[in-house]
Protein backbone atom coordinates (compact mmCIF):
# COMPACT_ATOMS: atom_id res chain seq x y z
CA UNK A 1 0.00 0.00 0.00
CA UNK A 2 1.46 3.52 -1.48
CA UNK A 3 0.47 6.57 0.97
CA UNK A 4 0.50 9.57 -0.94
CA UNK A 5 3.89 11.31 0.05
CA UNK A 6 4.40 12.31 3.28
CA UNK A 7 6.12 15.40 5.26
CA UNK A 8 8.45 14.66 7.72
CA UNK A 9 7.96 16.58 10.99
CA UNK A 10 11.18 17.65 11.42
CA UNK A 11 12.96 16.90 14.91
CA UNK A 12 15.02 18.71 17.64
CA UNK A 13 18.44 16.22 16.62
CA UNK A 14 17.38 17.93 12.82
CA UNK A 15 19.96 20.69 14.21
CA UNK A 16 22.72 18.31 13.25
CA UNK A 17 22.12 19.14 10.00
CA UNK A 18 23.65 22.28 9.77
CA UNK A 19 27.17 20.10 10.53
CA UNK A 20 26.56 19.07 6.75
CA UNK A 21 28.76 21.37 4.60
CA UNK A 22 26.75 23.80 2.32
CA UNK A 23 29.48 22.23 -0.59
CA UNK A 24 28.63 18.63 -0.16
CA UNK A 25 28.39 16.73 -3.05
CA UNK A 26 24.81 15.50 -1.47
CA UNK A 27 23.59 18.79 -1.48
CA UNK A 28 24.67 19.90 -4.64
CA UNK A 29 22.41 16.84 -5.95
CA UNK A 30 19.35 17.79 -4.12
CA UNK A 31 19.33 20.74 -5.65
CA UNK A 32 20.39 19.72 -8.70
CA UNK A 33 17.86 17.34 -9.68
CA UNK A 34 13.91 16.98 -8.55
CA UNK A 35 13.02 13.24 -7.16
CA UNK A 36 9.45 13.46 -7.04
CA UNK A 37 8.75 11.91 -10.77
CA UNK A 38 9.78 8.25 -8.59
CA UNK A 39 6.25 8.58 -6.55
CA UNK A 40 4.37 8.57 -9.93
CA UNK A 41 6.50 5.99 -11.34
CA UNK A 42 6.61 2.80 -8.73
CA UNK A 43 3.33 4.00 -8.26
CA UNK A 44 1.37 1.54 -10.26
CA UNK A 45 3.60 -1.48 -9.09
CA UNK A 46 2.05 -0.96 -5.43
CA UNK A 47 -1.53 -2.63 -4.46
CA UNK A 48 -4.14 0.68 -3.74
CA UNK A 49 -5.60 -0.86 -0.20
CA UNK A 50 -3.94 -3.77 0.76
CA UNK A 51 -0.83 -4.35 2.65
CA UNK A 52 1.51 -2.52 4.72
CA UNK A 53 1.94 0.84 4.57
CA UNK A 54 5.16 1.13 2.10
CA UNK A 55 7.94 3.09 2.88
CA UNK A 56 8.53 6.15 0.93
CA UNK A 57 9.62 5.14 -2.85
CA UNK A 58 11.71 8.42 -2.94
CA UNK A 59 13.76 7.48 0.10
CA UNK A 60 14.18 3.86 -0.89
CA UNK A 61 15.28 5.37 -4.44
CA UNK A 62 17.44 8.11 -3.07
CA UNK A 63 18.91 4.83 -0.90
CA UNK A 64 19.79 3.12 -4.22
CA UNK A 65 21.19 6.35 -5.63
CA UNK A 66 23.80 6.32 -2.51
CA UNK A 67 24.47 2.86 -3.00
CA UNK A 68 25.79 3.95 -6.45
CA UNK A 69 27.10 6.83 -5.93
CA UNK A 70 29.43 5.55 -3.46
CA UNK A 71 29.35 2.21 -4.93
CA UNK A 72 28.02 0.01 -1.67
CA UNK A 73 26.41 -3.35 -1.69
CA UNK A 74 22.99 -3.24 -0.21
CA UNK A 75 23.60 -4.20 3.43
CA UNK A 76 26.71 -1.31 3.78
CA UNK A 77 24.76 1.32 2.19
CA UNK A 78 22.29 0.82 4.73
CA UNK A 79 24.92 0.58 7.78
CA UNK A 80 26.95 3.16 6.38
CA UNK A 81 23.48 5.54 6.09
CA UNK A 82 22.46 4.50 9.49
CA UNK A 83 25.77 6.79 11.08
CA UNK A 84 26.38 9.18 8.43
CA UNK A 85 24.91 12.63 8.67
CA UNK A 86 24.70 13.67 5.20
CA UNK A 87 22.86 10.58 3.97
CA UNK A 88 20.48 10.54 6.27
CA UNK A 89 19.97 14.32 5.40
CA UNK A 90 19.77 13.04 1.68
CA UNK A 91 17.19 10.72 2.45
CA UNK A 92 15.29 13.53 3.76
CA UNK A 93 14.76 11.56 7.63
CA UNK A 94 15.77 13.07 11.07
CA UNK A 95 19.09 11.48 12.43
CA UNK A 96 17.66 9.59 15.34
CA UNK A 97 15.50 7.76 12.56
CA UNK A 98 16.41 4.32 11.28
CA UNK A 99 16.88 3.07 7.97
CA UNK A 100 15.13 0.82 6.01
CA UNK A 101 16.81 -2.91 6.03
CA UNK A 102 18.51 -4.21 2.76
CA UNK A 103 15.64 -6.83 2.17
CA UNK A 104 13.48 -3.70 1.33
CA UNK A 105 16.03 -1.98 -0.42
CA UNK A 106 16.62 -5.26 -2.74
CA UNK A 107 13.03 -5.90 -2.98
CA UNK A 108 11.86 -2.36 -4.04
CA UNK A 109 14.67 -2.59 -6.53
CA UNK A 110 13.11 -5.72 -8.31
CA UNK A 111 9.73 -5.66 -8.14
CA UNK A 112 8.89 -1.83 -7.73
CA UNK A 113 11.48 -0.09 -9.80
CA UNK A 114 12.15 -3.04 -12.04
CA UNK A 115 8.68 -3.72 -12.55
CA UNK A 116 7.71 -0.37 -13.39
CA UNK A 117 9.61 0.68 -16.83
CA UNK A 118 13.16 1.07 -15.18
CA UNK A 119 14.36 3.21 -18.19
CA UNK A 120 11.88 5.57 -17.53
CA UNK A 121 14.24 7.11 -14.91
CA UNK A 122 16.66 8.50 -17.69
CA UNK A 123 13.86 9.40 -19.48
CA UNK A 124 13.18 11.76 -16.35
CA UNK A 125 16.59 13.07 -15.82
CA UNK A 126 17.33 13.67 -19.55
CA UNK A 127 14.33 15.68 -19.57
CA UNK A 128 15.34 17.75 -16.60
CA UNK A 129 18.80 18.70 -18.31
CA UNK A 130 16.92 19.43 -21.49
CA UNK A 131 14.70 22.01 -19.22
CA UNK A 132 16.82 23.42 -17.39
CA UNK A 133 19.74 24.30 -20.44
CA UNK A 134 22.40 21.86 -19.70
CA UNK A 135 21.78 20.18 -23.00
CA UNK A 136 22.55 22.03 -26.04
CA UNK A 137 23.93 19.87 -28.35
CA UNK A 138 22.50 17.97 -30.86
CA UNK A 139 24.63 15.41 -31.29
CA UNK A 140 24.81 12.10 -29.47
CA UNK A 141 28.61 10.06 -29.25
CA UNK A 142 27.42 5.89 -29.10
CA UNK A 143 29.79 3.31 -28.09
CA UNK A 144 29.20 0.11 -26.06
CA UNK A 145 31.28 -1.50 -23.15
CA UNK A 146 31.10 -4.85 -21.37
CA UNK A 147 30.54 -6.23 -17.88
CA UNK A 148 31.75 -8.84 -16.38
CA UNK A 149 28.77 -11.49 -15.19
CA UNK A 150 28.20 -12.08 -11.37
CA UNK A 151 28.77 -15.94 -12.24
CA UNK A 152 31.41 -17.63 -13.44
CA UNK A 153 31.30 -19.65 -16.74
CA UNK A 154 30.07 -23.73 -15.78
CA UNK A 155 30.55 -26.58 -18.29
CA UNK A 156 27.64 -27.90 -19.88
CA UNK A 157 27.43 -30.48 -17.35
CA UNK A 158 27.84 -28.40 -14.15
CA UNK A 159 25.00 -25.95 -15.73
CA UNK A 160 22.67 -28.93 -15.62
CA UNK A 161 23.17 -30.47 -12.38
CA UNK A 162 23.09 -27.10 -10.69
CA UNK A 163 20.06 -26.05 -12.59
CA UNK A 164 18.10 -29.59 -11.58
CA UNK A 165 19.51 -29.22 -8.06
CA UNK A 166 18.30 -25.55 -7.60
CA UNK A 167 14.91 -26.13 -9.17
CA UNK A 168 14.64 -29.57 -7.16
CA UNK A 169 15.77 -27.93 -3.66
CA UNK A 170 13.26 -25.17 -4.39
CA UNK A 171 10.43 -27.38 -4.72
CA UNK A 172 10.99 -29.45 -1.61
CA UNK A 173 11.78 -26.84 0.69
CA UNK A 174 8.45 -24.75 -0.43
CA UNK A 175 6.31 -28.24 -0.57
CA UNK A 176 7.84 -30.29 1.46
CA UNK A 177 4.85 -32.77 0.72
CA UNK A 178 5.62 -32.93 -3.05
CA UNK A 179 9.31 -34.23 -2.28
CA UNK A 180 8.51 -37.96 -2.72
CA UNK A 181 6.76 -37.18 -6.66
CA UNK A 182 9.52 -35.46 -8.20
CA UNK A 183 11.95 -37.14 -10.46
CA UNK A 184 15.50 -38.45 -8.13
CA UNK A 185 18.51 -36.91 -9.71
CA UNK A 186 20.31 -40.12 -11.62
CA UNK A 187 23.77 -40.96 -10.57
CA UNK A 188 26.26 -39.82 -13.52
CA UNK A 189 29.68 -38.98 -13.51
CA UNK A 190 31.80 -36.30 -15.12
CA UNK A 191 33.38 -38.56 -17.50
CA UNK A 192 30.74 -40.52 -18.68
CA UNK A 193 30.63 -39.76 -22.62
CA UNK A 194 27.19 -39.18 -21.78
CA UNK A 195 26.65 -37.92 -18.91
CA UNK A 196 25.38 -34.26 -20.12
CA UNK A 197 22.94 -36.11 -22.50
CA UNK A 198 21.52 -38.13 -19.71
CA UNK A 199 21.27 -34.95 -17.06
CA UNK A 200 19.34 -33.46 -19.56
CA UNK A 201 17.00 -35.61 -20.05
CA UNK A 202 16.48 -35.48 -16.13
CA UNK A 203 16.04 -31.36 -16.49
CA UNK A 204 13.83 -31.77 -18.99
CA UNK A 205 11.29 -34.50 -17.05
CA UNK A 206 11.96 -32.99 -13.63
CA UNK A 207 10.57 -29.44 -15.38
CA UNK A 208 7.72 -31.24 -16.92
CA UNK A 209 6.87 -32.86 -13.65
CA UNK A 210 6.86 -29.45 -11.41
CA UNK A 211 4.73 -28.24 -14.41
CA UNK A 212 1.86 -30.91 -13.91
CA UNK A 213 2.18 -30.65 -10.16
CA UNK A 214 2.55 -26.55 -9.62
CA UNK A 215 0.34 -25.06 -12.12
CA UNK A 216 -0.17 -22.20 -10.62
CA UNK A 217 3.36 -21.87 -9.33
CA UNK A 218 5.37 -18.74 -8.63
CA UNK A 219 8.34 -16.32 -7.08
CA UNK A 220 11.04 -18.54 -7.09
CA UNK A 221 9.39 -21.39 -8.12
CA UNK A 222 8.55 -19.98 -11.39
CA UNK A 223 12.42 -18.32 -11.51
CA UNK A 224 13.94 -21.47 -11.22
CA UNK A 225 11.46 -23.20 -13.64
CA UNK A 226 12.20 -21.23 -16.23
CA UNK A 227 15.91 -21.20 -15.91
CA UNK A 228 15.20 -25.06 -16.58
CA UNK A 229 13.01 -24.35 -19.40
CA UNK A 230 16.15 -21.74 -21.11
CA UNK A 231 18.78 -24.37 -20.53
CA UNK A 232 16.37 -27.80 -21.87
CA UNK A 233 15.42 -25.29 -24.83
CA UNK A 234 18.89 -24.30 -25.68
CA UNK A 235 20.18 -26.05 -28.85
CA UNK A 236 23.68 -24.83 -28.44
CA UNK A 237 23.81 -25.85 -24.81
CA UNK A 238 25.85 -28.83 -25.27
CA UNK A 239 28.72 -27.50 -27.92
CA UNK A 240 29.30 -24.88 -25.16
CA UNK A 241 28.03 -22.15 -26.53
CA UNK A 242 24.31 -21.40 -25.12
CA UNK A 243 24.02 -21.23 -21.63
CA UNK A 244 27.16 -21.47 -19.91
CA UNK A 245 25.76 -20.80 -15.79
CA UNK A 246 23.08 -22.04 -14.17
CA UNK A 247 23.00 -18.94 -11.68
CA UNK A 248 23.03 -16.43 -15.05
CA UNK A 249 21.45 -17.95 -17.77
CA UNK A 250 21.41 -14.44 -20.11
CA UNK A 251 25.17 -13.95 -19.77
CA UNK A 252 27.32 -15.00 -22.78
CA UNK A 253 30.70 -14.75 -24.22
CA UNK A 254 31.87 -11.48 -26.30
CA UNK A 255 35.26 -10.50 -27.26
CA UNK A 256 37.17 -7.53 -26.53
CA UNK A 257 39.46 -8.60 -29.19
CA UNK A 258 40.70 -11.45 -31.05
CA UNK A 259 42.56 -12.83 -27.69
CA UNK A 260 40.50 -11.14 -25.19
CA UNK A 261 37.34 -12.59 -24.46
CA UNK A 262 34.81 -11.77 -21.43
CA UNK A 263 31.64 -13.30 -20.07
CA UNK A 264 28.26 -11.23 -19.33
CA UNK A 265 26.82 -8.35 -20.63
CA UNK A 266 26.87 -5.29 -23.10
CA UNK A 267 25.57 -1.86 -22.31
CA UNK A 268 24.86 0.32 -25.57
CA UNK A 269 25.54 4.17 -24.37
CA UNK A 270 24.35 7.23 -26.52
CA UNK A 271 25.45 10.10 -24.80
CA UNK A 272 25.59 13.87 -25.71
CA UNK A 273 28.63 16.33 -26.21
CA UNK A 274 27.50 17.84 -22.46
CA UNK A 275 28.19 14.10 -21.86
CA UNK A 276 24.54 13.45 -20.49
CA UNK A 277 23.78 9.84 -21.03
CA UNK A 278 20.57 10.03 -23.55
CA UNK A 279 19.86 6.20 -24.26
CA UNK A 280 21.21 2.67 -22.81
CA UNK A 281 20.45 -0.39 -24.01
CA UNK A 282 22.19 -3.77 -21.97
CA UNK A 283 22.43 -7.06 -23.90
CA UNK A 284 24.32 -10.30 -23.55
CA UNK A 285 27.86 -10.14 -24.02
CA UNK A 286 27.81 -11.36 -27.70
CA UNK A 287 25.55 -8.78 -29.26
CA UNK A 288 26.52 -6.52 -32.21
CA UNK A 289 26.81 -3.13 -31.11
CA UNK A 290 25.87 -1.61 -34.78
CA UNK A 291 22.41 -3.17 -34.38
CA UNK A 292 22.02 -0.87 -31.75
CA UNK A 293 22.26 2.19 -33.28
CA UNK A 294 18.38 2.65 -33.99
CA UNK A 295 17.16 1.10 -30.54
CA UNK A 296 19.52 4.03 -29.14
CA UNK A 297 18.49 7.14 -31.41
CA UNK A 298 15.00 6.27 -30.91
CA UNK A 299 14.96 6.26 -26.95
CA UNK A 300 17.05 9.42 -27.47
CA UNK A 301 14.46 10.68 -29.61
CA UNK A 302 11.75 9.57 -26.57
CA UNK A 303 13.80 11.12 -24.16
CA UNK A 304 13.24 14.44 -25.67
CA UNK A 305 16.09 14.72 -27.60
CA UNK A 306 16.45 16.11 -31.29
CA UNK A 307 19.26 14.57 -33.10
CA UNK A 308 20.96 15.70 -35.78
CA UNK A 309 24.15 14.14 -35.87
CA UNK A 310 25.57 10.59 -34.66
CA UNK A 311 29.37 10.11 -33.77
CA UNK A 312 29.88 6.29 -33.21
CA UNK A 313 32.82 4.04 -34.80
CA UNK A 314 33.44 1.76 -37.16
CA UNK A 315 31.44 -0.94 -35.74
CA UNK A 316 28.15 1.32 -36.27
CA UNK A 317 28.63 1.52 -40.35
CA UNK A 318 26.42 -0.73 -41.44
CA UNK A 319 24.22 -0.46 -44.62
CA UNK A 320 21.25 -0.31 -42.09
CA UNK A 321 22.71 2.37 -39.85
CA UNK A 322 23.86 4.75 -42.82
CA UNK A 323 20.46 4.15 -44.31
CA UNK A 324 18.53 4.94 -41.26
CA UNK A 325 20.64 8.28 -40.66
CA UNK A 326 20.50 9.44 -44.12
CA UNK A 327 16.37 9.25 -44.23
CA UNK A 328 16.11 10.81 -40.47
CA UNK A 329 18.69 13.75 -41.90
CA UNK A 330 21.41 12.89 -39.05
CA UNK A 331 25.18 13.52 -40.37
CA UNK A 332 26.86 10.11 -39.77
CA UNK A 333 29.87 10.88 -38.16
CA UNK A 334 30.77 7.00 -38.45
CA UNK A 335 34.22 5.62 -39.62
CA UNK A 336 33.53 3.09 -42.85
CA UNK A 337 34.56 -0.39 -41.60
CA UNK A 338 36.23 -1.67 -44.68
CA UNK A 339 33.38 -4.19 -45.15
CA UNK A 340 29.51 -3.17 -44.48
CA UNK A 341 27.13 -5.89 -43.95
CA UNK A 342 25.07 -5.10 -46.85
CA UNK A 343 21.57 -5.33 -44.80
CA UNK A 344 18.85 -7.94 -45.56
CA UNK A 345 21.46 -10.12 -47.48
CA UNK A 346 22.66 -11.34 -43.80
CA UNK A 347 22.49 -14.56 -43.33
CA UNK A 348 20.35 -14.68 -40.00
CA UNK A 349 22.35 -15.60 -36.86
CA UNK A 350 25.83 -14.51 -38.20
CA UNK A 351 27.23 -11.85 -35.87
CA UNK A 352 30.35 -9.77 -37.25
CA UNK A 353 32.92 -8.53 -34.57
CA UNK A 354 34.65 -5.83 -35.22
CA UNK A 355 36.58 -5.70 -31.83
CA UNK A 356 38.21 -9.45 -33.17
CA UNK A 357 37.78 -9.28 -37.36
CA UNK A 358 36.03 -12.28 -37.12
CA UNK A 359 32.46 -13.50 -37.82
CA UNK A 360 30.69 -15.91 -34.86
CA UNK A 361 27.83 -18.28 -36.25
CA UNK A 362 24.73 -19.15 -35.14
CA UNK A 363 26.62 -21.98 -32.98
CA UNK A 364 28.54 -19.40 -31.56
CA UNK A 365 31.91 -21.08 -33.42
CA UNK A 366 34.05 -18.10 -34.64
CA UNK A 367 35.54 -17.55 -38.16
CA UNK A 368 39.41 -19.43 -38.25
CA UNK A 369 40.26 -16.76 -40.85
CA UNK A 370 39.33 -14.44 -43.64
CA UNK A 371 39.95 -13.91 -47.47
CA UNK A 372 39.53 -11.12 -49.60
CA UNK A 373 37.25 -12.34 -52.97
CA UNK A 374 36.72 -11.03 -56.00
CA UNK A 375 38.24 -8.18 -59.04
CA UNK A 376 41.49 -6.47 -57.40
CA UNK A 377 41.38 -4.12 -60.60
CA UNK A 378 37.70 -3.08 -60.79
CA UNK A 379 37.39 -3.60 -57.35
CA UNK A 380 33.58 -4.17 -57.85
CA UNK A 381 32.18 -7.21 -55.91
CA UNK A 382 34.89 -7.66 -53.78
CA UNK A 383 33.77 -9.31 -51.03
CA UNK A 384 35.67 -10.55 -47.54
CA UNK A 385 35.04 -14.35 -47.07
CA UNK A 386 35.37 -15.96 -43.58
CA UNK A 387 36.01 -19.50 -42.79
CA UNK A 388 34.65 -21.74 -40.34
CA UNK A 389 36.56 -24.82 -39.10
CA UNK A 390 34.86 -27.52 -40.97
CA UNK A 391 35.49 -30.56 -38.12
CA UNK A 392 33.39 -28.28 -35.92
CA UNK A 393 30.93 -27.77 -38.70
CA UNK A 394 30.73 -31.60 -39.75
CA UNK A 395 29.87 -32.00 -35.98
CA UNK A 396 27.25 -29.12 -35.35
CA UNK A 397 23.68 -29.42 -33.95
CA UNK A 398 22.46 -26.95 -36.13
CA UNK A 399 24.32 -27.38 -39.71
CA UNK A 400 20.61 -28.07 -41.42
CA UNK A 401 20.39 -25.13 -43.82
CA UNK A 402 23.90 -23.86 -42.80
CA UNK A 403 26.60 -26.63 -43.99
CA UNK A 404 26.26 -29.17 -46.68
CA UNK A 405 27.63 -32.34 -45.64
CA UNK A 406 30.63 -33.30 -47.49
CA UNK A 407 31.27 -30.05 -48.42
CA UNK A 408 35.44 -29.39 -48.09
CA UNK A 409 34.92 -25.82 -46.76
CA UNK A 410 31.96 -23.13 -44.89
CA UNK A 411 32.67 -19.96 -45.07
CA UNK A 412 30.53 -16.87 -44.93
CA UNK A 413 30.79 -13.59 -47.04
CA UNK A 414 30.37 -9.93 -46.43
CA UNK A 415 30.63 -7.35 -49.43
CA UNK A 416 33.57 -4.66 -49.71
CA UNK A 417 31.86 -1.73 -49.67
CA UNK A 418 34.19 0.31 -51.78
CA UNK A 419 31.62 0.80 -54.63
CA UNK A 420 29.19 1.99 -52.13
CA UNK A 421 28.59 4.96 -50.24
CA UNK A 422 30.40 7.31 -51.75
CA UNK A 423 28.93 10.09 -50.71
CA UNK A 424 30.19 9.07 -47.40
CA UNK A 425 33.67 8.16 -48.56
CA UNK A 426 34.16 11.73 -49.28
CA UNK A 427 32.29 13.44 -46.09
CA UNK A 428 35.40 11.41 -43.61
CA UNK A 429 37.83 12.50 -45.89
CA UNK A 430 36.26 16.24 -44.93
CA UNK A 431 38.39 18.78 -42.37
CA UNK A 432 34.24 18.30 -40.97
CA UNK A 433 34.92 14.85 -40.08
CA UNK A 434 37.89 14.94 -38.82
CA UNK A 435 36.94 17.43 -36.43
CA UNK A 436 34.00 15.83 -35.08
CA UNK A 437 34.92 12.52 -35.18
CA UNK A 438 37.59 13.96 -32.89
CA UNK A 439 34.42 14.27 -29.92
CA UNK A 440 34.02 10.36 -30.06
CA UNK A 441 36.47 9.77 -27.15
CA UNK A 442 34.69 11.11 -24.31
CA UNK A 443 32.55 8.30 -24.11
CA UNK A 444 35.25 6.21 -23.60
CA UNK A 445 35.62 8.26 -20.20
CA UNK A 446 32.04 7.86 -19.37
CA UNK A 447 32.56 4.05 -19.91
CA UNK A 448 35.08 4.49 -17.54
CA UNK A 449 33.96 6.44 -15.11
CA UNK A 450 30.67 3.74 -14.88
CA UNK A 451 33.15 0.79 -13.79
CA UNK A 452 35.74 2.55 -11.57
CA UNK A 453 33.62 4.48 -9.48
CA UNK A 454 30.25 3.11 -9.13
CA UNK A 455 30.75 -0.93 -10.12
CA UNK A 456 29.50 -1.46 -13.58
CA UNK A 457 32.77 -3.58 -14.25
CA UNK A 458 31.28 -6.55 -13.05
CA UNK A 459 27.85 -7.43 -12.14
CA UNK A 460 25.81 -7.03 -8.69
CA UNK A 461 23.18 -9.20 -9.11
CA UNK A 462 22.04 -11.94 -11.92
CA UNK A 463 20.22 -12.04 -14.98
CA UNK A 464 19.55 -9.56 -17.62
CA UNK A 465 16.80 -8.19 -15.93
CA UNK A 466 18.61 -7.25 -12.96
CA UNK A 467 21.39 -5.92 -14.83
CA UNK A 468 18.84 -3.64 -16.80
CA UNK A 469 18.23 -2.03 -13.18
CA UNK A 470 21.92 -1.62 -11.94
CA UNK A 471 22.64 -0.16 -15.28
CA UNK A 472 20.07 2.33 -15.65
CA UNK A 473 20.45 3.41 -12.15
CA UNK A 474 24.46 3.88 -12.55
CA UNK A 475 23.35 6.19 -15.87
CA UNK A 476 20.87 7.87 -13.85
CA UNK A 477 23.61 8.17 -11.33
CA UNK A 478 26.72 9.84 -13.44
CA UNK A 479 24.13 12.05 -15.58
CA UNK A 480 22.88 13.93 -11.84
CA UNK A 481 26.87 13.95 -11.07
CA UNK A 482 27.08 15.67 -14.49
CA UNK A 483 24.09 17.68 -13.94
CA UNK A 484 26.14 19.28 -10.72
CA UNK A 485 29.23 19.77 -12.79
CA UNK A 486 27.39 21.56 -16.02
CA UNK A 487 25.31 23.87 -13.07
CA UNK A 488 28.85 24.93 -11.89
CA UNK A 489 30.04 25.59 -14.87
CA UNK A 490 27.25 27.88 -15.41
CA UNK A 491 27.40 29.31 -12.44
CA UNK A 492 29.89 33.00 -13.08
CA UNK A 493 33.05 32.40 -10.83
CA UNK A 494 33.56 34.28 -7.68
CA UNK A 495 36.25 37.37 -7.75
S1 LIG B 1 27.52 -25.59 -39.43
FE1 LIG B 1 29.44 -24.57 -38.94
S2 LIG B 1 29.06 -22.40 -39.42
FE2 LIG B 1 27.07 -23.42 -39.42
S3 LIG B 1 26.31 -23.07 -37.34
FE3 LIG B 1 27.39 -25.04 -37.30
S4 LIG B 1 29.50 -24.59 -36.70
FE4 LIG B 1 28.54 -22.68 -37.30
Keep these: ?????????????????????????????????????IHELVEQSYCKYYGRPANEPELLFRLLFLQILYNLSDERVVQETQVNLAYKWFLGINPEDLVPDASQLSRYRNHRLGASQVEDILKH????CIEQGLVKSKAIIMDATHTQGGSPKQRPLDVLRDAAKRLFRVVSKRHPKLEKK?????????????????????????????????????????EKLGIARQIVEDERLLSHKGILSAFDPDARFG????????????????????????????????TDDGKQLSVLLEQSTANGMNVNE????????????????????ITPVVPLHPIVHEGGERQEGFEYNKDADFVVCPAGEHSIRRAIQGSKKTGKSRSMVYYFDIEKCKACPLQDGCYKSGAKSKSYSIRIIAEHFKEQIEFELSDTFKERIRRRPIIEHKNAEMKRFHGMATARYRGLFRMRIQAYLTA???????????NEQKQPALS
Design 476 to 486: FVVNVKRMVKL
Design 255 to 286: WKSISKSFFGYKEHIAMTEEEIITALEVTPGS
Design 182 to 222: LPKPPHVKSEQADAAQIMLAYLASLGETVEQLLPDHEGAVS
Design 125 to 128: VVRQ
Design 1 to 37: MLHPARQLSVSFHSELYKFVPEDHLLRKIHSAIDFRF
Design 310 to 329: IIADKAYSGKDNLEKMKTET
